[in-house]
């Protein structure tokens, strides 16, 4: 079971799940989307084996190793005079209302931008819904405000709404993937998987 708090319409996490399940039929994979303290609770139950979470979770009695990037993209009406540009820089998206989902990965998209946009101490217009991603996507088209997906979410596609690669000042933006499992899990196919994810992206970390 591996729970999630993102997008998996495309990226690595997606890649990943679908390569190995073609590796390894004869392992049932089956996979949760939710809120980084749900997911960390179910791996506390044992419910969860792998927990691929955006960012860093401090949490007793888990291993945690870095696992890929994926860039931020800004998700914006088609009309938009950004959607002209091949790519969007942060200091072009200050003027911008952005409008994020309470839930995971929100507030860590909120944090970020508030990191990067805060200009003589004035913060960026932020809007947080208690809406899923997908319905927040389905309103852009309107004009209300863009939005700050991860690269996983733009497999999907909304009316008249359009993706742009962030860039900063050392070029595109990132955010950071790690995966979290208890030590103590004894189930042989969590260890395979770990080894699926350290061959195929060429990690370092260590598998007892």
Known sequence: MIGHNSAISAGHLRATM???RAGHPDVEMDGVEADRSALLAGLDTGEIDIAILIGEASHADLRRAAFWNERLM???PADHSLAAHDAVH????????FLLPAADPGPEIRD???GRLMVA???PDIRMYQASREAILSVLGGGLGVSIVCE???GARYPDVVYRPVLGEQGPAF???SGYWREDNCNPALRRFLAFVRDRYALPFDIP
């Open 152 to 154: 996983g979410a733009t």
């Open 74 to 76: 800004v998700a914006i």
């Open 175 to 177: 955010v950071h993937y």
């Open 112 to 114: 970020l931008l508030l």
């Open 18 to 20: 679908m390569g190995w």
């Open 90 to 97: 942060w200091t072009d998206l200050r003027r911008e209302r």
């Open 121 to 123: 101490g004035e913060p």
